[in-house]
């Protein structure tokens, strides 16, 4: 059997929307047998709304808000959680204490062309719709998720696969995966 890991705190992926936070959360819960979450799916079950559809009737304001709470809420698991967080997750102080004080934060870097051309439904990303705005949007973010990021990783031309292997060697390294005992 392969072997099986467990986090010894929370960590959280964090990067511009097409970074592929999802899928390497996804990938490196596979490979060590441990629990991911995407926030934005849990958000999207917990208030039984799509976000394009809370931007729409809440605006961004109202989406923030539930984001955040949803955050407090993943990081405080008694087991802890390798979490996937929307790309904007960074621009509210609150959420950067969260993430600072209760994981270990890595960023997975990508620029907004790569992005685009990585994303394939760009009718549920409301703040994605041009790629001028896009480019601003990742350029002004780029130092928040620096600020807050214990790592970072360049995605830029690697597949989710050499990613994950990425992030699942650097939470080995920092002592943040474990093998878990027999
Ligand atoms: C957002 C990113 C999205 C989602 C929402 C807002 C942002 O998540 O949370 O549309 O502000 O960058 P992904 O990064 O998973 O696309």
Not at 156 to 175: M, N, P, Y
């Amino acid at each position: 059997m392969s072997e099986r890991y467990e986090l010894t705190r929370p960590v959280f992926l964090i990067g511009f929307m097409g970074a592929g936070k999802t899928s390497v959360a996804r990938r490196v819960a596979r490979d060590a047998g441990i629990a991911s979450v995407d926030l934005d799916t849990y958000l999207e079950r917990r208030e039984g709304r799509r976000i394009k559809d809370i931007f729409a009737e809440d605006g961004e304001e109202g989406f923030r808000a539930i984001e955040t709470d949803v955050l407090e809420e993943l990081a405080a698991k008694d087991d802890p959680l390798l979490v996937s967080c929307g790309g904007g997750i960074v621009t509210q102080a609150r959420n950067c204490a969260i993430l600072a004080e209760r994981g270990l934060v890595v960023h997975l870097r990508v620029d907004a062309d790569e992005a685009a051309s990585r994303i394939s439904d760009m009718s549920s990303r409301p703040l994605f719709q041009d790629i001028e705005a896009a480019r601003r949007r990742c350029a002004e973010r780029l130092p928040q998720y620096e600020a807050v990021a214990d790592l970072t990783i360049d995605t830029a031309g690697k597949s989710i696969a050499v990613t994950a292997g990425k992030v699942f060697h650097a939470l080995k390294e920092r002592g943040v995966l474990c093998q878990r005992p027999e």
